[in-house]
C-alpha cells in the first residue's frame, strides 16, 4: 500500500510538472528539448512606401496556410501601431525600429513559423541586418517606381512630402537604396508570378 501510495504521488508531481513517469520510478525522465519540427524561416519585403508590399505579403501569408505551413505576417506599419511609444521616423529611430522588427521576425521564425515581414527598410543596411542566418532568409523586391507608388498613394504620403508637411519619406527626400540580392522581384502587389516563386522558394 505504502509502495501504491508512494507511486501515486510520483504519478501527480510528473502530471504537474508535464514529466513522463512509470511505476516503480524513483524519477521521472524529462524529455529533451529539440528543434521544431519544422525550422521556421524569414521573408522579408522590401519596396518603396505605397508599392504594394502588404498586398503581396497577404496574398503569400494565404498560400502558405492553404499549404499547412504554420505562416505570420508582421506587417512593419501594424508593429509601428502597437509599440509603445510609438516609434519616430528620425535616423535613429527608423535604426532601432528595424532592429526590432527584426528580433521579433527571428523570434517567431526560431519556433518554427515562416514569417513575413513587409517593411520598407530602405537602407540595405537594415536588410542585412535582418539577415540574421542566410539560410533561413529571404528578401523580396517589390520594384515599383516612385511615380507608380505616388498614383497609388492611399495614405497621402507622397502629397505629404510634396507639400512639406512631410519629410524622411523613402522614395523621395529620404531615399532609397534598390537591393541588388533579391531573392524574388515583383512588379507590384498583384504579381501572381512572383507570389508563386516566393511560395516555392519558402515551401521546399
Not at 524529455?31 to 518603396?48: D, K, L
Not at 498613394?153 to 540580392?181: I, Q, T
Not at 533579391?182 to 504579381?191: C, E, L, M
Amino acid at each position: 500500500m505504502a509502495e501504491m501510495m508512494g507511486d501515486a504521488r510520483d504519478l501527480s508531481k510528473a502530471e504537474r510538472n508535464g514529466e513522463s513517469w512509470k511505476p516503480g520510478s524513483t524519477h521521472a525522465s524529462v524529455p529533451a528539448m529539440g528543434e521544431p519540427a519544422e525550422r521556421g524561416r524569414v521573408c522579408w519585403i522590401t519596396g518603396r512606401p505605397q508599392g504594394g508590399k502588404s498586398t503581396f505579403a497577404r496574398a503569400l501569408v494565404e498560400r502558405l496556410r492553404e499549404r499547412g505551413r504554420g505562416a505570420v505576417l508582421l506587417d512593419g506599419d501594424q508593429v509601428r501601431g502597437a509599440l509603445v511609444p510609438t516609434p519616430g521616423y528620425d535616423e535613429r529611430a527608423r535604426d532601432d525600429f528595424y532592429a526590432t522588427l527584426t528580433n521579433l521576425a527571428w523570434l517567431l521564425a526560431d519556433q518554427g513559423h515562416v514569417v513575413v515581414v513587409p517593411a520598407t527598410a530602405h537602407l540595405s543596411a537594415f536588410r542585412e541586418r535582418a539577415k540574421r542566418e542566410p539560410a533561413r532568409f529571404s528578401l523580396v523586391f517589390i520594384d515599383a517606381s516612385p511615380s507608380v507608388c505616388a498614383e497609388r498613394d492611399r495614405k497621402g504620403l507622397y502629397r505629404d512630402s510634396d507639400a512639406g508637411r512631410l519629410g524622411n519619406l523613402p522614395g523621395r527626400d529620404a531615399g532609397y537604396e534598390v537591393p541588388g540580392d533579391a531573392d524574388v522581384t515583383a512588379s507590384g502587389g498583384h504579381d501572381l508570378e512572383a507570389i508563386e516563386a516566393a511560395l516555392r522558394m519558402l515551401t521546399p
